[in-house]
């Protein structure tokens, strides 16, 4: 039996034993590797001329990976940037702290929050100004409500002074002397 079949047979079996695998490296002596770094830090170690060979679980074959390690590359750069646009947008929303105004470089998203907070910022302002005036309002009707207890008070002590008769000097026409008059 060839070596290409005994190295099968073997792959075959370790899969069968360890079901999470796809893929081994087997030495040109036979070793057997899950990892290909190990499987080729082996054959450097041993003096080996070829690589290990690969062996595929049925169903699974090496892909060329270029595409994938592309995309994986991109997804992490854009993740990066997004990362960015978290920090800045966590940063605007936090009323503790300034924040930088948007200008040309400055993600949408995060010019959309900045606008976001300046609405905020002037509604606040303008709920602390009606706040203000609601109070001003407030102790100007405690102020009227406690002028018009004091006219009533007032009014009442009126009408008991008109109430008592005080009487009232009336002169004869004919006792005043009309050379005063």
Do not use: W
Request: overall charge negative; some cysteine.
């Amino acid at each position: 039996m060839s070596d290409k079949k005994k190295f099968q047979e073997k792959a075959n079996a370790l899969f069968e034993k360890y079901p999470e695998a796809d893929k081994i490296f087997i030495s040109e002596n036979g070793q057997c590797f899950f990892e290909e770094k190990a499987a080729k830090d082996y054959h450097e170690l041993r003096g080996f001329e070829s690589e290990p060979e690969v062996f595929f679980r049925e169903g699974f074959e090496d892909e060329d990976d270029s595409d994938l390690q592309a995309a994986l590359h991109n997804s992490e750069l854009a993740r990066k940037v997004l990362e960015g646009i978290i920090e800045d947008v966590a940063a605007v929303c936090d009323l503790d702290r300034d924040y930088e105004p948007a200008n040309a470089d400055t993600d949408e998203t995060v010019t959309a929050v900045i606008s976001l907070r300046e609405k905020y910022a002037e509604k606040d302002r303008l709920l602390t100004e009606a706040n203000a005036e609601l109070e001003e309002l407030s102790n100007v009707a405690a102020e009227n409500e406690n002028l018009k207890q004091q006219l009533e008070a007032a009014n009442k002590q009126l009408e008991a002074l008109n109430k008592t008769t005080i009487p009232k000097n009336r002169k004869d026409a004919s006792q005043t002397d009309r050379t005063k008059a």
